[in-house]
């Protein structure tokens, strides 16, 4: 380690074989945590390079429980987290207005690590029991259209990283890892990331696989996810655009408007508000927004304002809430 971190602070950069035998050594608590936490450190006062973002890839990918869900041809939806903007649970939402829409979701989550609420805090708030039980995943896709992966169940080897990531509190490359190591290996993900040069990266190594079907979010003021408070990049396998509330038929809003709540109990409040349909006009519209450019991302040939229209079927018929209500009851 000490050779590494002097080669990290003298502003080199690892390979790729580095970058993936430091990661293995991490988990294999070859290290302590004082200088795990230095290393993160170090990694996040400047730019992670492409090649050491596949390292990282590549070791966890190896080391995780993988779950054969190909049969199903589900999506993802799992933003890079890591914003600092504490928003509602946007993503989770969304996966359940996709599933609601008749599009097979293995959505990948974690508990919050830089805001108040993951997806794995609300859901379990909620009553989902997460497993890796392949049997039990394989029927909350049948009977749910979805089912939820949470990622330390799938990646045990990161329970010795995990405190040390929580104490330091922010954003480390694991939140840029995330989307990236979904266990089912979905060949469709609809992914926001915190800034455009990641949405690059994260282009860079989707497309390696021309049998991938992807779109990358990210809001020009600094969402990993479209909030309408501003333009949004979006970086398809197809194209690029930068769309704006307008382009969905809805008006901008402000930041205050998606903000999550203080605690868990008030942004689970605020997931069964919407998902009942009893969500403001600025939160519905932007998980319908999201809806919309992931059911675009997995049916390519619709327009958005189609897409759109099958997003607003999945929440206004409570479709979506349909398919957390059978998710809740297998386990």
């Known amino acids: 380690m000490k050779i ?23 988990v294999l608590e070859k290290y302590n945590p004082y200088q795990i936490a230095s290393f993160l450190t170090v990694l996040n006062v400047r730019k992670i390079t492409v090649e050491e973002l596949k390292g990282f890839r590549e070791a966890l990918l190896e080391l995780m429980i993988e779950i054969d869900l190909k049969a199903y041809q589900p999506m993802d939806l799992c933003g890079t987290g890591g914003d600092g903007k504490n928003t509602f649970n946007i993503s989770t939402l969304t996966a ?31 009553g989902i029991k997460f497993t890796t039980n392949q049997q039990l995943l394989e029927q909350q896709i049948e009977k749910a259209n979805i089912c939820f992966l949470h990622a330390p ?23 840029m890892l995330g989307p990236l190591v979904n266990p089912a290996r979905p060949r469709v993900q609809s ?47 197809q194209n690029e655009q930068t769309i704006t509330a307008a382009d969905f038929g809805f008006k901008t809003i402000q930041p205050e408007e998606v903000f999550g709540g203080n605690s868990i109990e008030e942004a689970a409040n605020i997931f069964t508000n919407i998902i009942n349909g009893n969500g403001t006009i600025a ?9 919309a450019i992931a059911i675009q991302t997995y049916h390519q040939q619709l327009s958005i304002d189609a897409a759109l229209e099958i997003a607003k079927d999945s929440l ?8 957390l209500k059978k998710l809740k009851q297998i386990a």
């Open 96 to 126: 359940f207005i996709v599933a609601g829409a008749g599009v097979p979701v293995a959505k990948h989550g974690n508990y919050g690590v830089s805001s108040i609420s993951g997806s794995s805090n609300v859901l379990e708030y909620l």
């Open 153 to 175: 169940l799938f990646h045990p080897s990161l329970k010795y990283v995990a405190p040390i990531r929580k104490q330091l509190g922010v954003k480390t490359f694991f939140n």
């Open 283 to 291: 939160q519905n519209n932007v998980v319908l927004a999201n809806a």
């Open 191 to 237: 992914t926001g990331v915190f800034n455009l040069e990641l949405a690059r990266m994260y282009q860079y190594l989707l497309q390696e696989d021309d049998n991938t079907k992807f779109s990358i979010i990210h809001s020009l003021d600094g969402y990993d996810e479209i909030v309408l408070t501003n333009s949004c990049k979006i970086i398809s396998n």
């Open 4 to 26: 590494i971190l002097e080669k990290l602070y003298q502003h080199h950069i690892l390979t790729k074989e580095e970058a993936k035998q430091m990661l293995t050594d991490i």
């Open 316 to 323: 206004f018929s409570l479709k979506a809430k349909q398919s």
